[in-house]
Structure formats: C-alpha cells, structure tokens
C-alpha cells in the first residue's frame, strides 16, 4: 500500500518548482498574491445582482454584465460611508482590488468605494450647478413659500404614464377625496424632459388661478443618475423659484437628491410623501371634525339656551295693548300736569321781573328842571376853565419868545460879538485853522469887515 505524496511549501520568494506539489491552501495564497501584484487598485463597471447585506454591515454582492460576472465584498467600514443605497438591478462602478477568497478558492473583488455608473462626470456637473446656485441664493431658506394649510386645488407635474402619478393620486384619494387635481404632463426622462418639464411648471403658474389650484408638485419615482438628471436643469430650478405657487419637489427615493429639490419650497423623500405634506392640512381638519363637531354642537345648545332665557324675560316684561295705552294715558296726564304748574310759576316769575323793571324804570326818569341849572353851573366853570388855560398858556409863550429874542444871533453881535469865516465862509472856531496872510471875513451887528491874517498871538 503506497503512501500520500508529501505536500511542500513554496520556496521563499513565493514561487515553487515544477516538481513540488503544494498545499491547497499554499495554492490559494499564491493565486490571491500573484492577483493582487498583477492588478492594480482599479475602477470596475457593471449591474449589481444578489446584494447581501449581512448583520455584520458587510455588503456581499456580484458585479455582472452581459458575458461575464465577479463575486464583490465590500466591508463594513466602507459600506457605511456610502452617500446612496445600492441595490439590485443598479448600474454601478467599483474602485476595487481584485484578490482572492482563500477559504473557498473564490476570486473576487475587494471593494473600496463604490458609485452610480456615470457618477464622475454628473456628479462633478451637479456639484458646479448646485455651487453656483447657492452662491446666488437661490437656494436661501428665506425665499422659501410656506405651504397653504388647506389648497383649494392642486397640480402635478409629471409625466401621464408615470408610477408617481398613481402613487400621487392614490394618496389624495385616500387622505383628501375632494381635492381637484390638473395634470401638466411633461416626459421626466430623457434629452427633450427638462425643457419639457420648464414648459410645463410655467403653464401651471400662467393658468393657476383660472385652473383653481393653489399649489404645485413637481414628482417622479426613482431611477439612477443619468434618469433622474432632467430635474438638475439650471432652467427648471430658475423657473420653479420664480413660479407664483408653492412647490413641493418628490423626485426618486429617499437617498436621490436634485437641484430641483433645492429649489423648491419644500422636498419630499418620495412622490407619496409630496402628497402627504400637499394634503397634511386636509386630512387634520378630517381629523379634527369629530371635536370640532362636538363643540359646535355645545356652542349651539349654549346659544339655544340663552335665546331662550332672553324669550322668557321678554315674555314676563310683555303686557296687554289696553294695559299699555292706560298707563301712558296716565302717563301723559302726570306729564301734562307738570307741564302747567311750570308754566305757571314760569309766567308768575316773569310778571315780577317785569313789575320790578318797570319800578326802576319809573326811577330812573330824566327830571329837566333839575338839570338844566346843572347844566348852566358847568357851562360857566367851563368857560373860567378855559379863560384861565388860555392865560397860562400865552404868558408861557411870551416868556419863550423874550427868551428865543435873547438868544439870537443878532443880539448876540449888538452885545459886541462877532463872527468870523475862511475865505469859503465856513466859520472859524480856532485860530490854528488859519494861516498868516490869510483872508478872512468878519461879520458885526451893523455889517462886515474884510480882513487879513498878519500873525497869531498867545493866550
């Protein structure tokens, strides 16, 4: 009986001789090591089937596409960083190192990071547009529209065939039955959605009033990158802060964010969710008309009762016609009564004002025997009065006129002055004012001289 063939390891450098058999596991090891130094950390394309998501947080997957498949690993740590949830059927591409399960003699794919196929690109275009946007603040929360608490009507903009529609009226349906809704259909996918989509959005703010509605959702199920990127139009973001009504923004699942959802007043997780917030209003008013109900009814039995105390008081206070007309005949007799006792002491009153008036009247009377003596008495006082005035008043004014005589300049020269004047007649009043041998004229009481001056002499 022969015995097994001795298994060896690999020489050191980590290759082995054409004659060495080696262990499974030592084959194992070589494969993963010559794998990895063979290949390169790179990026791989492909559909994700079978995704595994273990309790672990490992995600276990294979990365498949029309003529070939690999088995994917990709470890918690980095599972965890993922900014959207994969899922089966998604194109995806994976930064990966290729190696090889040991354990099982499985080659797989070690993945690192992981993204939607076309990520690069679109997302790179994204993050500009949303960088730009915001810079411009067209994505301030202050501009944001709050939502009306009741919408007469609502809008939808979507395409006619789509799930979300369905979804959409579904929800209102249910939560708000007698809401209106206007469709603006427009294609969500494909080279002519966004503009489709801008046309659509602007006709719903043109024709709001005459369509009744009162606010605008703007939806579409979920979808990869490149299906959902109509709603990352720099266009439809401008036209959706400058529509006149409030927009709520349900586009994909709960990880798909688009620069629609930015700008728009308020996002939705889902295009049921935009219709949970369009009819929260409506359906707690539904939720409130039992209480609202009850109250209305005691507000109205309230009311009842005290109409009806105000019947029974107005009934107590309520008399018979004839009872009524005999009291205000009795009434009118009191009135009537009063009135003649005033008028009476009224009149009364007035007779002795007049008795009295006429009584100072009588006193008063003008007597002209009494006053004409009065009357000549003043007059001679009168006339001494002015005799005396007059008197005082002319002897005064001889006293000034002998005075004024006194000081007239021809007294003046008769009593021995004289006046003297330069040759241009102004008269001297210092003998500094004139010069030797200057002509001077001197006037005297009877006439002038003609002089000249020979010199001055001291004080």
Known sequence: MSSAPQSHDPRPDGTAT????VSVSALNRLAREALERALPLLWVGGEISNLTRAASGHLYFTLKDANAQVRCAMWRNRAQLLPFRPGD??????????????????????????RPAGIGNLFEAFTRLKDKLAAEGLFDPAGRRPLPRLPRGI?????AQAAALHDVLVTLQRRAPHLPVVLYPAPVQGAEAAGRLVAAVRSAGRRAQADGIELLLLVRGGGSLEDLWPFNDETLART????????VCGVGHETDVTIADFAA?????TPTGAAELASAGWLGVR???PSLHARLGRALERRLEGLAQRLDRATLRLVHPRERLLREHQQLARLSQRLNTAMQRRLERAGMRCAHAESRLHGSAPRPGLLRSRVDTLQQRLQLAADHFLERRRTHLLALATHLEHLAPQQVLARGYAIARDEHGKVLRRAEAVAPGAAVSVQLADGSLDTRVVGHLEH
């Not at 054409?18 to 058999?21: D, K, P, V």
């Not at 809008?155 to 395409?159: E, F």
């Open 18 to 21: 054409t004659n060495q058999i």
């Open 89 to 114: 059927g998604m194109r995806v591409e994976a930064r990966a190192l290729v190696t090889l399960y040991e354990a099982r003699g499985d080659y797989q794919l070690n993945v690192e990071a992981l």
């Open 155 to 159: 809008g939808i903009v979507t395409s």
């Open 240 to 247: 959706l802060r400058a529509c006149p009504l409030p927009v």
């Open 265 to 269: 007043d308020l996002r939705a997780a």
């Open 287 to 289: 939720t409130e008309l």
